[in-house]
T-cell receptor
């Protein structure tokens, strides 16, 4: 039973355009959400997070949106750069557990 | 500050053997988690250790075990290896308190079981 779903295995975007990565979750108890980025041969690195009390969080070119009623979050990267090409993992955790549940990842390719 | 260090980076074993993977967390981080990553399966949680005690456990068979030492370093052991155990094993450390979900990962150990 997959509680965190990233339904797009891959996404291809032109440099300078917006990249939108989507994530859906099924467990309504999740209250903290994170995005990680992973380059080949490296471990995932934390990118951005959002608490369920917010619906938006920005950090430079990266913005995460949370729609609790739809149990959906998205990561926007504007503008996209070739160095953003990586696998992006969505993760969710619930208060008291702290153990994030990860999605299967979306491979983003940004073309120059 | 040094990051999370995992050794070895690559490992080749045969079915039935056992393997031990090592992880040194970031200095000051007392929580260590282990994840298995296989193609198309994302990161599957194995277990978490804090102060030498297993605090959380994922849904993996008993062949997968771990431990944590007083210096927060952790080891993970897989006994009676199966072909399906071939995966990237990632260790992550984190601080206690708020933001504990923010994990700092090592580069992983790529295990191949032949």
């Amino acid at each position: 039973d997959q509680q965190v779903k990233q339904n797009s295995p891959s996404l291809s975007v032109q440099e300078g355009r917006i990249s939108i990565l989507n994530c859906d979750y099924t467990n309504s108890m999740f209250d903290y959400f994170l995005w990680y980025k992973k380059y080949p041969a490296e471990g995932p690195t934390f990118l951005i997070s959002i608490s369920s009390i917010k619906d938006k969080n920005e950090d430079g070119r990266f913005t995460v949106f949370l729609n609790k009623s739809a149990k959906h979050l998205s990561l926007h990267i504007v503008p996209s750069q070739p160095g953003d090409s990586a696998v992006y993992f969505c993760a969710a955790s619930r208060g008291g557990s702290y153990i994030p549940t990860f999605g299967r990842g979306t491979s983003l390719i940004v073309h120059p | 500050k040094a990051g999370v260090t995992q050794t070895p980076r690559y490992l080749i074993k045969t079915r039935g053997q056992q393997v031990t993977l090592s992880c040194s967390p970031i200095s000051g981080h007392r929580s260590v988690s282990w994840y298995q990553q296989t193609p198309g399966q994302g990161l599957q949680f194995l277990f978490e250790y804090f102060s030498e005690t297993q605090r959380n456990k994922g849904n993996f068979p008993g062949r997968f075990s771990g431990r944590q030492f007083s210096n927060s370093r952790s080891e993970m052991n897989v006994s009676t290896l199966e072909l399906g155990d071939s995966a990237l094993y990632l260790c992550a450390s984190s601080l206690e308190g708020q933001g504990r979900e923010k994990l700092f990962f090592g580069s992983g150990t790529q295990l191949s079981v032949l």
